[in-house]
Every structure is written in structure tokens, then in C-alpha cells.
């Protein structure tokens, strides 16, 4: 059985009066109400309505059993490929005491009433928040459904609750006699009155029978034969595709358009014009692209025509002289400078990075007299809803967004542009249309990791330790767009996440934000956020610094993790897996960086090689990994190999460029993926630990690039300092 | 690179088929088995033919270039680039998708070792993937790195799942 069921949305919009999940039986629900303690509230399915559950309770998810005994899980969170599908169905199934195939994960509809992540407060799914978020009010909601269903049990055999066992979705009686299904006591659960969330007793992570196993991935089998449906494979009855350019300059306009052209296509039935776009509406997107083409669409380039990368520098680098917004201040970082015994700068700068999902950019829309659905795959179904309120003029409830897999996500999906443009060309289409963007309008109308420019100082004593530490990081404020009421006082605590907390002793520490704009350049969040630059600055100083003192990178910082057991943990690990300290053939180093992160500790070693033409090959990463409880060891490593492919691939590959207010790169073959031919082999070695588990998704992209750069250093004493690595810096002769 | 990787992966093994006047011209493909007529023009990719005419929607679109593979089928056996292969160069040649790779024993070997090895990410796109290592292991089926390396690197990942992906061939070519 698939025990994924994502093509019917669970529920519609405006059922405040009704029942809200289907069918009958156990209904779960849970919150997560102060990072600790959990409320879980339980009733019949068939009696509860939206308005009984939303307020005061704000729950994050829901689960229901059904009289057949078939869990279904509402998934607030989003898959994209991060293995929240089966790491989350695993939470609840542990304490539940069910097999992991009993559980039938379901996408929620959009409602932050009902399916709000207790760490984002929205329904998002971003920042490698997702078993963070769900690990205690899951397994205690599952801790709760196994009480009441024992209760239930013990109740029809007239026996002590405790004298009864629960496993596998059947309740055994003391004797082993009697046996009970879930779906047998589901309803009878559901009149019983409900334990507090923190009476249930959860399992000691010794008993963990499911919870650190390597579960397969429920989502694995139908994306294996073609039946995964992403939001690019919609179809509906009547439905029209879309082909759309986009104005080439950012924020230019439409000129002209030679419609006529492009309705002499066959197929083509439509040429929509909105005020930054061209669409042709045709029967197949072969038919809609020569349609466009045909339009040979003229533009008004706009303010920014002459906006380019160069420009756009200078001014990070003006800018980033004068002091920010503080981000953290100890001791006394500049008196510091002064006495140091040594004194070392550096500037570090890292590229605008697209996102570049495999399934480019998609939205179908049905827009009908008083509302609309909405098919797509996004990070962010409730925003969406409520930036499509504003286009629309319609009531939130109005908008029915039917959300889908993602084919990749990486943050591209955090934005409700695309759905916006959808929309606006759907407005003036009679019956469902679905928009696809080609790769390179994907490529050329991103959301770009901001371009950033950091000015690093730091004082050494006689002992070679830093005395003196500042870090100065200039470039876009995505909070300051996206989440403006946490950007406070010029700071945004992204920007500056992973620098403010290095996790070295650094008695004396400066670091600040100065918030530079690009024109016209739309900036968003990419995968690994701030970390991914930070670390990468950070991880390459304190090498400069292990160099400058003439120590060796890993006992350098051994000895400034003396008090972060944990960090020292993986390094010590990492190291050791690597074989630090052997020797490797001429052209070869080894590379160190090591971070906390996202609620995890993680260290890598790279060995890289670099050829007489400045051709960087990595050939190893080891990973040295501490993320609390691992829920599914084998989507960990998942996630370490392909989130240090994600990152190792803007270090070697990425970077946007703008010229003449328009992106200069469009397709893989000059914005380059990493491929199978060039990647290294990655190993993992987790370290055993009972915290509460940490993020990963992020990690890896954020640790990756300082390794090989360090490592760079160390086969060829040149240090990078700009990303995306350049071979002709690294030539034998240069 | 761009050179190499096209010159070895494009589908330079198939002709076109002999220019036609006809204008509305119906072609006739035949798709994992079944005949299925499509009035198109001629140019028009089969890709677009696969996914919007006859709404098979397992063959992806990733890059409409022959950059990354997200699109590949068969055509009489040979991994091919569909976003760039019009429909009239195809002829009565058999096409395979990915819904039926299963039935090949490569597939069927390929898609047990991508669940075995928990290949796939966010998997958009491993139905190309699967389609260039069924063709790799029918032609070759002890293949070397290097051999994966060459049928392989005309696909790409984003979520970076190489790794399982050449651990997962040569595990269909021991079965």
C-alpha cells in the first residue's frame, strides 16, 4: 500500500461549522504550546469543527484514526525531497505503537489556524525546522491516542488499563487472549476523557523500536515509476498551458507585442499581456513557446537598465566601511586590535546564487466569479493564500490552494511570486491554465541569495589565539522584505546567523550589519540562509588565523572549543575519520571547518586536489555529525551528501552576474550544477547523542565550502576568499 | 564541457523523417506499446506531445536544452533527449517512458536498487535518471565508474543524490 495520499486535499476551505477531516473515529490533535509542553486534544472525527479546535487551542497538526484502523497524519509541513514525509510519520507511529506503513500521510490544506509550525508560526517549511518542531507535541500525541485506545480496551474487558499492552495497532490484553484493533476501539477511544499531554509517560529512547531506524522513505515508491504528481503535472478537464516571458530587465515593462504572430501558431489561443509579462495560452507548451517566440515581445527596460554586478560591489564596499547595526558586542574588540601582538584583515565576498529546482517554476490557476484554486507545490501555502487575497480582492477562504510535491524547493519556494504572476495571466483566462516557466526564466526572475561583502579583522597574542575579533557583513536584508517585524534596529538576524555565535572563545568580539539594497535585484532566502555565507567566512578567518599563529587548523581550534564539548565532539571525530595529519600526494590538502548550526553541530574534513590549470577536483568529504536524537539515520546522511553537493556546487560553479539589469546566466550550461562525474564521495559518521534532535537540511550546504576552500589553501597556499572558486587564481604560475 | 556532454547524450542516432507537406499533418507514436495519434506541428517536441497532448506526466521538463536529462526516454532502446526531439524525427520507432521502464528487466533491477538504496530526494529528477541507467545497463551491463560516468553526467540532480545513484546501478548490474 502507498501510504502517501496527496491527490485529494483532506478538507475544503470554509468548514468552521463542519466537521473538518472525513469519516469517523479517533481525531488527534496537538500544539506545541511553550517549546516544551504539548496540549493534545481529542474527540470523535464526525463531531469536530474547525471553530471547536482553533481557538483557544491553535494546534499544529492533526491525526485521525479511522473504524478501519488506518492513521492518517495532516502534514502541516511540505515534502521536497528532505524525508519530513517519513521522519514525522515516524514520531507519531514510535509512541502510537503502529507500523510505520499504518500511517497515511496526507498534505494539509493551507490554514496557520490549524497547521502552524511551532517554531516558524506559520505554515512553513523552511530552516530545517520540521522534526525540531514536531518531536515532542507527535510523540506525545501519539503517547496520548495509545493511552485512550488502551483506556478503551480496558474498558470493554473490564480490566486495569495497565494490565494491557499496545503494539502494531492492537490492543492485547494481560493474559495475550484478548486482542483489540485500533480500528475496533477508535470510536469508543474517542468518548473517553482525554490525559493531559505531560500525564502520558513517553518512551525512554532505549525502547525506541522505530525512532533511529533506518525506515524506508514513503514517498520513495512512486518516484520511481512516474506516478509522483508535482505541481507541474496538474491536469484538469479543459485546462489551457502558458508559456510567459518575463521582462529581462528587472522591473521593466511591455512594450509591444506582435499578438497577431503569435495566434497564427497552431494551438495557440491566447496572448495575455499583464504590466511585466507576456503569456501564450496554447493547447501544449510546444505550441505556446513558438507562440512567444512569434510575439517577439519588445520591453520597457525601466530604472534599471544599466544596474550591473560591478556597480553593485562598489557600492557593498563603500558601504560596508562604515559601521552597522550590532549584532554582538563583548569585551572591548577594537582596544583589543590595538594590543594584539599580530594583526590580520580580509575581505571575503560571496555571489547572488539562484535556486535552481529541477521542476522550474509552475503554477496552475482556475479562476472562477468569487474564487479560485490554486495546484502548486510550495513551502508556504497560508502566505500565498493571503498575498493572492490582496490580487484578487477575494476572501482568504476563497483561495483553495491544492499543494503538491515539490520538485526541490531550497527556499525558491518560500516566495508566492510565481503563483502572483499565475494569477494575474489567469485573470484573463477563460478556465484552468497552467503557467510554466522555462529554465531560463527560472534562472533569469529568481529570488537570489543576496550578494554579501565582509570585512574580517582579528588580533592574535603571543600565544597565537585571538585576543581581537570583528566581523563586519554588508549586502540585502531579506527580513527586512520578509519578515519586517523581526528586523529591528537595522539588524536582520539572518545576515548575521552564524557570526554573531561562532563556536570559538573569542573574549573580545565585534560583529555588525550594514544593510545595502541592490537595485532593482530581488534577494531571498537559499538553502542554508545566513549560515551558508557565514560559516564559510568565519570557518576561512579562523584558518588564516591557524596559519598566521603557524599552528596546525584542527588543533588550532581544538583549543577554543575547550568549553563546547559538543563542537570538539564532531571535529575530534571528523578529523580522526579523515585521517587528519597523513600525508597526501603533491597537489593534494585537506580541509577543516566545523560550525553549530541550526540546532546542530556538525565538523567536515575536504581533500581536494588541484591541477597545474587551477582545476579544483574534490575527491573526499568526511562529516563529523552531532544533530541530538537522530529520528532517521538513513535521511541523514541523505541530506549530508546532498545538502554538501548543494553547497560545493555554488563554491565551485555558482554565481549570478548582472549585466544591464539582467541576470547574464539562463541555463545549465552557465549556471552549473555539479554532476555525477565530479562529485566526492561523502561519508557520515553520526555521533550518538539523547539530545533533542537538531536541524539538517541546511547543515551540510552551510559547512561544505570553508572545508574546500581551507583545503584549497593547504594543497596550494592560496587562499580563497571569494566565491565562486576561480581555477585561473589557482594556476601553477599565478 | 558543454561539447562533450551534448555530443554524447543528444539523439544524434535519429534521422529526421523525411520532410512532409502536409500542413495539419496527424503523427502516429507508438508509446510503451499503445499507438496514440497526435495532430501537432512538426517541430514540436516530444516532450510537450508525451506530457501535455497525451498527459503522461512521469517524463519531466527540466531545462528544454538537452542540459539535464529530466526528460529522457527511449527511443527503440536508446536514451534520448525529449525536450529536443521533434516529433517528426521519431517515424514508427517504439518510445518508453518511464511508466513502463518496469517492464524491461533493467528497470525492474533499477527501480528495486533505487528503493533498496534510498536514492531519491525530492525525485523530480530520477524518472530520467532511471531512463539513462536501464539504457546504460542494456548496452553495458557490467558498467564501470567511468561507463556511469559517461551515460550519467548528461543528468542532473539538484538535491545531489549521485552517490546512491551510482551505488544503486551497480547494484542492478550484480542482480
Given at each position: 500500500m502507498d501510504t502517501l495520499n496527496l491527490n485529494e486535499p483532506t478538507s475544503g476551505p470554509s468548514t468552521s461549522r463542519r466537521a473538518f477531516l472525513k469519516g469517523g473515529g479517533l481525531l488527534l490533535g496537538f500544539a506545541l504550546l511553550d517549546g516544551t509542553t504539548t496540549s493534545v486534544f481529542a474527540a470523535n472525527a464526525a463531531q469536530v469543527t474547525e471553530d471547536d479546535v482553533k481557538a483557544p487551542f491553535a494546534p499544529n497538526g492533526f491525526i485521525r484514526i479511522d473504524p478501519k484502523g488506518t492513521v492518517t497524519l495532516v502534514m502541516p509541513m511540505v515534502e521536497m525531497g528532505q524525508g519530513t514525509y517519513t521522519s514525522l510519520a515516524m514520531l507519531l507511529a514510535e509512541e502510537l505503537e503502529v507500523d510505520l506503513d499504518q500511517v497515511q500521510v496526507q498534505h494539509a490544506p493551507p490554514n496557520d489556524a490549524l497547521y502552524a509550525n511551532s517554531i516558524l508560526h506559520i505554515q512553513s517549511t523552511g530552516l530545517s525546522s520540521s522534526v525540531r518542531a514536531f518531536w515532542t507535541p507527535l510523540r506525545q500525541a501519539g503517547a496520548v491516542g495509545r493511552t485512550l485506545l488502551i483506556a478503551a480496551a480496558a474498558k470493554e474487558w473490564s480490566v486495569e488499563p495497565a494490565t494491557c499492552k499496545a503494539a502494531h495497532g492492537v490492543v492485547t490484553d494481560g493474559s495475550g487472549s484478548k486482542h483489540l484493533s485500533y480500528g475496533e476501539l477508535a470510536e469508543a477511544a474517542s468518548k473517553l476523557p482525554v490525559p493531559a499531554a505531560d500525564s502520558v509517560k513517553l518512551k525512554d529512547p532505549k525502547d525506541f523500536t522505530l525512532i533511529g531506524t533506518p525506515a524506508k522513505r514513503v514517498d520513495a515508491p512512486m518516484k520511481v515509476d512516474g506516478r509522483a504528481i508535482y505541481g507541474i503535472d496538474t491536469k484538469l478537464p479543459g485546462m489551457k498551458v502558458a508559456a510567459i516571458a518575463i521582462s529581462p530587465v528587472f522591473g521593466g515593462k511591455v512594450k509591444a507585442v506582435d499578438e497577431k504572430a503569435a495566434l497564427a501558431m497552431k494551438g495557440v489561443h491566447q496572448v495575455v499581456k499583464i504590466d511585466e509579462a507576456v503569456a501564450v495560452v496554447a493547447d501544449h507548451l510546444g505550441a505556446a513557446k513558438k507562440g512567444l517566440e512569434a510575439a517577439a515581445i519588445e520591453w520597457d527596460d525601466g530604472p534599471h537598465a544599466t544596474v550591473n554586478s560591478a556597480d553593485i560591489i562598489k557600492e557593498l564596499e563603500e558601504k560596508s566601511k562604515q559601521p552597522g547595526a550590532v549584532a554582538r558586542n563583548e569585551g572591548d574588540a577594537e582596544k583589543a586590535l590595538g594590543s594584539a601582538a599580530q594583526r590580520i584583515d580580509a575581505i571575503y565576498q560571496v555571489p547572488f546564487l539562484a535556486h535552481a529546482t529541477m521542476e522550474p517554476m509552475n503554477c496552475t490557476v482556475h479562476m472562477q466569479k468569487d474564487s479560485c484554486d490554486i495546484w502548486v507545490g510550495t513551502q508556504v501555502p497560508t502566505l500565498t493564500q493571503m498575498v493572492l487575497a490582496g490580487v484578487t480582492g477575494f476572501p482568504k477562504e476563497a483561495i483553495r490552494i491544492h499543494n503538491h510535491l515539490l520538485g526541490g524547493g531550497f527556499g525558491r519556494r518560500l516566495e508566492p511570486d510565481g503563483t502572483v504572476l499565475a494569477v494575474k495571466i489567469a485573470q484573463q483566462v477563460d478556465g484552468p491554465v497552467k503557467v510554466v516557466w522555462s529554465r531560463e526564466e527560472d534562472i533569469q526572475h529568481d529570488m537570489y541569495r543576496p550578494y554579501y561583502y565582509d570585512r574580517m579583522s582579528a588580533g592574535l597574542g603571543a600565544d597565537g589565539k585571538p585576543i581581537a575579533w570583528t566581523h563586519r557583513i554588508a549586502g540585502s536584508s531579506i527580513f527586512a522584505r520578509y519578515i519586517p517585524q523581526a528586523f529591528v534596529n537595522g539588524l536582520d538576524p539572518d545576515a548575521v546567523e552564524g557570526a554573531a555565535e561562532p563556536p570559538y572563545a573569542l573574549p573580545n568580539i565585534h560583529v555588525d550589519y550594514v544593510q545595502v539594497e541592490p537595485p532593482g535585484v530581488p534577494t531571498a532566502f537559499w538553502r542554508g540562509v545566513g549560515p551558508t555565507h557565514n560559516v564559510f567566512v568565519v570557518e576561512s578567518f579562523m584558518d588564516e588565523l591557524a596559519h598566521a599563529a603557524k599552528q596546525d587548523p584542527v588543533a588550532y581550534r581544538k583549543a577554543l572549543l575547550a568549553n563546547n564539548p559538543r563542537a570538539l565532539g564532531v571535529l575530534t571525530l571528523a578529523a580522526e575519520k579523515a585521517g587528519w595529519g597523513t600525508p597526501l600526494p603533491e597537489g593534494q590538502g585537506r580541509g577543516v571547518s566545523v560550525a553549530f548550526i541550526f540546532g546542530s553541530y556538525v565538523a567536515q574534513v575536504a581533500e581536494v586536489e588541484v591541477g597545474p590549470d587551477g582545476a579544483v577536483k574534490v575527491n573526499r568529504i568526511v562529516c563529523g555529525l552531532d544533530c541530538g536524537m537522530s529520528v532517521n539515520p538513513d535521511t541523514i546522511e541523505a541530506q549530508i551528501e546532498g545538502g554538501s553537493i548543494f553547497g560545493l556546487t555554488a563554491a565551485l560553479h555558482g554565481a549570478i552576474t548582472i549585466k544591464d539589469g539582467r541576470v547574464e546566466q539562463s541555463n545549465f550550461d552557465n549556471y552549473l550544477p555539479m554532476r555525477i562525474d565530479e562529485v566526492p564521495v561523502i561519508e557520515t559518521h553520526l555521533i550518538k547523542s539523547l539530545e533533542a534532535p537538531g536541524g539538517i537540511g541546511e547543515v551540510p550546504t552551510s559547512i561544505v565550502s570553508a572545508a574546500v576552500t581551507n583545503a584549497i589553501f593547504a594543497a596550494t597556499g592560496k587562499r580563497v576568499r571569494t566565491l565562486p572558486v576561480d581555477p585561473e587564481m589557482l594556476k601553477s604560475s599565478s | 564541457m558543454l561539447s562533450r556532454r551534448l555530443s554524447a547524450r543528444v539523439n544524434s542516432a535519429f534521422p529526421p523523417a523525411p520532410a512532409t507537406l502536409e500542413e495539419a499533418m496527424a503523427y502516429s507514436l507508438k508509446i510503451n506499446g499503445t499507438a496514440h495519434s497526435v495532430d501537432v506541428d512538426d517541430d514540436t517536441p516530444l516532450l510537450w506531445v508525451i506530457r501535455d497532448v497525451l498527459g503522461m506526466t512521469g517524463t519531466k521538463f527540466g531545462c528544454g536544452a538537452a542540459l539535464c536529462g529530466a526528460c529522457t526516454v527511449h527511443i527503440d532502446g536508446v536514451a534520448t533527449r525529449s525536450c529536443i526531439t521533434t516529433v517528426d524525427s521519431v517515424g514508427d520507432s517504439a518510445i518508453t517512458t518511464i511508466e513502463a521502464i518496469g517492464e524491461t528487466p533493467q528497470g525492474a533491477a533499477l527501480q528495486k536498487a533505487w528503493l533498496d538504496l534510498e536514492v531519491?530526494?525530492?525525485?523530480?529528477c530520477q524518472s530520467g535518471q532511471l531512463m539513462s541507467a536501464a539504457a546504460l545497463l542494456k548496452e553495458t551491463p557490467k558498467p564501470t565508474d567511468e561507463d556511469i560516468n559517461s551515460a550519467m553526467s548528461g543528468n542532473v540532480c539538484r538535491c545531489g543524490t549521485y552517490q546512491r545513484i551510482r551505488a544503486a546501478i551497480k547494484q542492478a548490474a550484480e542482480a
Open positions: - | 531519491v530526494q525530492c525525485g523530480y
